[in-house]
Nanobody
Framework: EVQLQASGGGLVQAGGSLRLSCAVSGLTFGNSAIAWFRQAPGKEREGIACIVSDNDDTVYSDSVKGRFTIASDNAKNTVYLQMNSLKPEDTAVYYC???????????????WGQGTQVTVSS
């Protein structure tokens, strides 16, 4: 059974940094992808970063490109999201998700972790 556990959220001032962690179990890292999503109150869920296991290719949404970095530590079965230069509009519940196989970067995810709240104060 694939399970994901997100952690690391919290309250931070604008301009600050946070690192989210997604502990993954039961997933065969080959031919898989892990992504971070976020959902702010009253808004749709947004895919923001994706890493493909076979080649460690990464993709970012325009809203976070240049500020956030996704990285995988396969030895620890953990995927990280380093978030720098945080803005109040980054406030949201952040989720990690996993899937097997290819496809568009933010679709067809079958396995989801619980969310972790990130709040950025101005």
């Amino acid at each position: 059974e694939v399970q994901l556990q997100a952690s690391g959220g919290g309250l931070v001032q604008a301009g600050g940094s946070l690192r989210l962690s997604c502990a993954v179990s039961g997933l065969t890292f080959g031919n898989s992808a892990i992504a971070w999503f976020r959902q702010a109150p009253g808004k749709e869920r947004e895919g923001i970063a994706c890493i493909v296991s076979d080649n460690d290719d990464t993709v970012y949404s325009d809203s976070v490109k240049g500020r956030f970095t996704i990285a995988s530590d396969n030895a620890k079965n953990t995927v990280y999201l380093q978030m720098n230069s945080l803005k109040p509009e980054d406030t949201a519940v952040y989720y990690c998700a996993a899937r097997y196989g290819g496809g568009s970067h933010y679709s067809s995810y079958d396995y989801w972790g619980q969310g972790t709240q990130v709040t950025v104060s101005s």
